[in-house]
T-cell receptor, first 112, second 113 residues
Framework: QKEVEQDPGPLSVPEGAIVSLNCTYSNSAFQYFMWYRQYSRKGPELLMYTYSSGNKEDGRFTAQVDKSSKYISLFIRDSQPSDSATYLCAMRTVSGANNLFFGTGTRLTVIP | DGGITQSPKYLFRKEGQNVTLSCEQNLNHDAMYWYRQDPGQGLRLIYYSQIVNDFQKGDIAEGYSVSREKKESFPLTVTSAQKNPTAFYLC????????????FGPGTRLTVL
């Protein structure tokens, strides 16, 4: 079993839709959770960074962590064609700053 | 502008040749990392360095070498011993304060001909 599981998609939605992207994990010691956005042939860009459980909102993006279910989500409201990218989740333990565990990424396409 | 730069963007290599990928950062970050990204797989850690003149192997270090002579620079050499070097290579760095996570460069696409 992989440490982090992420549905690769692809996921296609119409412009303006709410998008839900998810990852599950097996290691209960993970405390820091990240979402990166990666455009084609570019490096990943940090979108959201959260510690432990709860929600964090930044503009149209909301990151949610449910540690009891070992499940994290990224919600995108009012999705735009410019949101079309691959979204990677990543996570680590408190002492594991050098050891990030990544999902394989979900490819999202927002159709105008 | 602060950031991480990688060069070249595209690199072609003949089998049996060593090649060096450049990574430079002006974020004053202490830690630097090299990852490899292949289709359908998550990022895999090759090497990382927390301080100058010190580095540690990651999960897939075989066939790669690094150096860290300056805080700003962390070049990666892909040697002829690397059996399947065609991939997208990503450099990242991390500061020790603030958002204590990794920030990535734009990547280098290496193709072995």
């Amino acid at each position: 079993q992989k440490e982090v599981e992420q549905d690769p998609g692809p996921l296609s939605v119409p412009e303006g839709a709410i998008v839900s992207l998810n990852c599950t994990y097996s290691n209960s010691a993970f405390q820091y959770f990240m979402w990166y956005r990666q455009y084609s042939r570019k490096g990943p860009e940090l979108l959201m960074y959260t510690y432990s459980s709860g929600n964090k909102e930044d503009g149209r993006f909301t990151a949610q962590v449910d540690k009891s279910s070992k499940y994290i989500s990224l919600f995108i409201r009012d999705s735009q064609p410019s949101d079309s990218a691959t979204y990677l989740c990543a996570m680590r333990t408190v002492s594991g700053a050098n050891n990030l565990f990544f999902g394989t990424g979900t490819r999202l396409t927002v159709i105008p | 502008d602060g950031g991480i730069t990688q060069s070249p963007k595209y690199l072609f290599r003949k089998e049996g040749q060593n090649v060096t990928l450049s990574c430079e950062q002006n974020l004053n970050h202490d830690a630097m990392y090299w990852y490899r990204q292949d289709p359908g797989q998550g990022l895999r850690l090759i090497y990382y360095s927390q301080i100058v003149n010190d580095f540690q192997k990651g999960d897939i270090a075989e066939g790669y070498s690094v150096s860290r002579e300056k805080k700003e620079s962390f070049p990666l050499t892909v040697t002829s011993a690397q059996k399947n070097p065609t991939a997208f290579y990503l450099c990242a760095s991390r500061g020790l304060i603030g958002a204590n996570t990794q920030y990535f460069g734009p990547g280098t696409r290496l193709t072995v001909l």
